[in-house]
């Protein structure tokens, strides 16, 4: 039995939309590129292909449920996270706020076409802290917090639901076709069909590999923390699509982004970037993930711009 009689449930990550930020190409000679209309453009795209997946998985197996795991920076900030921040953004932070509520409600609504159910978990950015510098940062007073809360309300007016905060501060909005699980926190902790997950945005957190400081490491400690293997740890902040799994029963997955390059990814001493991505899958009772899409959201010519002088 391959488990193809089995009812699974879909997760898809959501992470570093950074919505209102602006690069300009003539700062980058056309190696970088983003604004509002392209973030609109991507989160469409974003959502069409986790409709499309799932219209595609749904012709062989039962998949009722949707898992939206949100990981942090859907706004660019408040224009003083570094000097320059402000010269790249092109609206203030309320203004973000409201705009990302006003196209978020939309998009979580129209899962419901293929969906019977929608869960969502939201863990806070650092792009959305009230602080101007990290040193100074609070982790609950972060303007993605409100902005989570203000889109639950919304589609709460459409599918109904009732709000309840846990002792540890969760709020959650339960009852509904779409349930909210806002955490004030830096981590969340999620359990999808009996599957331990972690979820987080990760700054502070350096890539996969790197010794001690690094993600690996991270989510061995935080075992030890919990005195249990956490099966999937999902986290963004790197803008790049990658994974490990350096365990039995237990795996990193760290998920793209809505940007592509940036100024500072190509400006650094090791320039990196790569399409535009976020990671959807499945998941099954016995076998947990199963089958994991990437959902690219720009072509290589939108991305490779850049102008050479005389050919």
């Known amino acids: 039995e391959m488990g193809f009689t089995t009812p699974q449930e879909a997760v898809a990550l959501f992470s570093d939309l950074h919505y209102y930020s602006k690069i300009d190409r003539r700062a980058s000679n056309g190696l970088a590129e983003y604004n509002i209309d392209i973030a609109r453009e991507r989160l469409v795209k974003w959502r069409n292909g986790v409709l499309r997946f799932t219209q595609m998985n749904q012709l062989w197996v039962e998949l009722d449920t949707l898992h939206i795991l949100a990981l942090g920076d859907d706004l660019e900030g408040h224009g003083e996270?570094?000097?320059?921040?402000?010269?790249?953004?092109?609206?203030?932070?309320?203004?973000?706020?409201?705009?990302?509520?006003?196209?978020?409600?939309?998009?979580?609504?129209?899962?419901?076409?293929?969906?019977?159910?929608?869960?969502?978990?939201?863990?806070?950015?650092?792009?959305?802290?009230?602080?101007?510098?990290?040193?100074?940062?609070?982790?609950?007073?972060?303007?993605?917090?409100?902005?989570?809360?203000?889109?639950?309300?919304?589609?709460?007016?459409?599918?109904?639901?009732?709000?309840?905060?846990?002792?540890?501060?969760?709020?959650s909005l339960e009852g509904g076709a779409v349930e909210f699980h806002i955490v004030y926190g830096a981590i969340g902790f999620a359990s999808i069909l009996g599957w331990l997950c972690a979820l987080r945005h990760g700054h502070g957190i350096k890539g996969l590999q790197a010794t001690?400081?690094?993600?690996?490491?991270?989510?061995?400690?935080?075992?030890?923390?919990?005195?249990?293997?956490?099966?999937?740890?999902?986290?963004?902040?790197?803008?790049?699509?990658?994974?490990a799994e350096h365990e039995i029963r237990g795996e990193i997955i760290q998920n793209g982004c809505f940007v592509g390059p940036s100024l500072l990814s190509i400006e650094m001493s090791r320039a990196a970037s790569n399409l535009p991505s976020q990671e959807f899958m499945l998941f099954h009772p016995k076998r947990g993930k199963t089958h994991h899409s990437r959902i690219h959201l720009a072509e290589v010519e939108e991305i490779r711009q850049y102008e050479v002088i005389g050919r």
Request: charged residues 20%; neutral net charge; without cysteine.
């Open 212 to 243: 001690y400081t690094g993600a690996i490491d991270n989510k061995l400690r935080l075992n030890a923390i919990l005195g249990e293997v956490i099966n999937y740890y999902f986290k963004a902040h790197l803008h790049e699509a990658q994974s």
């Open 81 to 171: 996270m570094f000097q320059s921040q402000a010269l790249q953004m092109s609206e203030s932070i309320i203004f973000q706020v409201m705009g990302f509520v006003e196209d978020m409600s939309g998009i979580i609504l129209s899962f419901l076409e293929r969906y019977k159910k929608i869960s969502i978990v939201k863990v806070p950015g650092n792009h959305g802290r009230v602080a101007a510098r990290a040193k100074g940062a609070y982790t609950p007073d972060n303007f993605e917090t409100l902005a989570w809360e203000l889109i639950a309300e919304r589609v709460r007016s459409q599918v109904g639901g009732e709000w309840a905060t846990s002792a540890n501060g969760t709020r």
